[in-house]
């Protein structure tokens, strides 16, 4: 197939990090006879260096017309500045809003080769997988700020219509995965919390096949560190899933292995890792690219419809993270290249295997 891809590699690890994925896709158009096309754009900090926009209106206009946008990393310490008049997350964020990308689905899974290095004893992290549903373009990322010289306010405002469409796709989700599903909210304290819980209550009653439970977001939080295989799909709004999702990756060994897809009601989405720009660690050439590498994988599955392409890429990670190499975030010392490297080796052996597999089935020698 034929496919239009943008790059926005952003700051930080972003760059690094998207390099490596993006020499994955080309590895899979390869191996599976796909042509895609890549065009990279600015976003974040950079963007407002060259154009002083996080946003400019050529990488939106590139981003409307792509099959599925890659995105690495925004921002960094040197645009931080409490007052500065843009900032590079205001990029990401009117991104998310422009293609109307309200789902953000983030894979939890411990591979039993790290779950030493996760904080938690191992008994607890047999068979984790949880997929995280964060809404994402509403709540107090998106609601009126105010600003005097002695107070702020940051206004959290979600309509049903906003509620009911994430919530429905999270149902679908967890109807095809293990049929269960946790609310997260704050329905004791928060009035978008209690429209949030009733809308979900209204819903469950199209999906009498999934088992709803609600869950308060302070007690999730303590849940997750103790319980965290219970979990099939956790649905929440856009800020407690940004902040139980960081609290994920913890389980899962680091910040660097967790992908994301942002999905709204099209095919196109926006996919990116879950971690920041990792100013720490930026230049290094030691920023884990498995996140981006897994984001990559979802894009193949989700806008480009290539279930075997992805599970190719999610087995060749998988056998990386069991046989190594590893990043330093996660124990070892090899670079991002030797990483990607070795992912790609593993994409061949199995197109290779499945080749063979192929032809010894219909004995085309
Ligand atoms: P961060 O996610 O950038 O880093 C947190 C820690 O995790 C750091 O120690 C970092 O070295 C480590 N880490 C992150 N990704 C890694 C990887 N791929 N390999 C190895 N280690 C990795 O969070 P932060 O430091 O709080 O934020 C830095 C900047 O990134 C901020 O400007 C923030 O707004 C931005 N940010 C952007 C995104 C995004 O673009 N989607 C997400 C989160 C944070
Ligand atoms: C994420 C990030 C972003 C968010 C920031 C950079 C705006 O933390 O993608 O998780 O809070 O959504
Ligand atoms: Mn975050």
């Given at each position: 197939?034929?496919?239009?891809?943008?790059?926005?590699?952003?700051?930080?690890?972003?760059?690094?990090?998207?390099?490596?994925?993006?020499?994955?896709?080309?590895?899979?158009?390869?191996?599976?006879e796909h042509v895609f096309a890549f065009d990279e754009q600015l976003i974040?900090?950079?963007?407002?260096?060259?154009?002083?926009?996080?946003l400019p209106a050529a990488t939106l206009a590139a981003c409307?017309?792509?099959?599925?946008?890659?995105?690495?990393?925004?921002?960094?310490?040197?645009w931080s500045d409490p007052n500065a008049p843009v900032r590079p997350e205001q990029g990401l964020l009117a991104l998310r809003a422009a293609l109307g990308v309200y789902a953000n689905l983030r894979p939890l899974q411990v591979h039993p080769a790290l779950a030493n290095l996760s904080p938690l004893k191992n008994d607890k992290l047999r068979h984790v997988d949880v997929l995280f549903v964060r809404e994402l373009t509403g709540g107090m990322y998106f609601g009126a700020r105010t600003r005097t010289a002695d107070a702020a306010t940051d206004e959290c405002r979600y309509s049903v219509a906003e509620i009911e469409r994430v919530v429905r796709r999270a149902f679908e989700l967890a109807r095809n995965r293990r049929q269960h599903l946790t609310s997260v909210d704050k329905a004791n304290v928060l009035e978008t919390s209690r429209l949030w819980r009733s809308t979900v209550q209204r819903i469950a009653a199209d999906y009498?096949?999934?088992?709803?439970?609600?869950?308060?977001?302070?007690?999730m939080a303590m849940l997750l560190?103790?319980?965290?295989?219970?979990?099939?799909?956790?649905?929440?709004?856009?800020?407690?899933?940004d902040i139980?999702?960081?609290?994920?990756?913890?389980?899962?060994?680091?910040?660097?292995?967790l992908p994301s897809a942002s999905l709204g009601d099209g095919r196109r989405g926006l996919y990116e890792p879950i971690h920041g720009s990792a100013p720490d660690i930026a230049g290094q050439g030691v920023a884990n690219p498995v996140g981006a590498i897994l984001s990559a994988a979802l894009l193949l599955r989700h806008s480009l419809g290539l279930e075997v392409e992805a599970v190719a890429v999610e087995a060749a990670v998988e056998q990386v993270l069991r046989h190594g190499p590893h990043s330093r975030d996660i124990g070892g010392d090899a670079g991002t290249d030797?990483?990607?490297?070795?992912?790609?080796?593993?994409?061949?052996?199995?197109?290779?295997?499945?080749?063979?597999?192929?032809?010894?089935?219909?004995?085309?020698?």
């Open positions: 197939m034929k496919a239009r891809i943008v790059t926005l590699p952003g700051d930080g690890v972003g760059p690094e990090v998207t390099a490596a994925a993006v020499a994955v896709l080309k590895t899979v158009a390869a191996r599976y974040g900090g950079i963007a407002i260096d060259t154009t002083g926009e996080p409307r017309s792509a099959d599925a946008v890659l995105l690495g990393a925004v921002g960094g310490p040197q009498p096949d999934v088992k709803l439970e609600h869950q308060l977001v302070d007690s560190l103790t319980r965290p295989n219970r979990y099939d799909v956790v649905v929440t709004e856009n800020l407690f899933g139980l999702t960081d609290e994920a990756a913890a389980l899962a060994g680091s910040l660097g292995l030797a990483v990607r490297d070795a992912v790609i080796a593993a994409i061949d052996d199995h197109a290779d295997t499945a080749a063979a597999f192929f032809c010894g089935a219909r004995a085309c020698g």
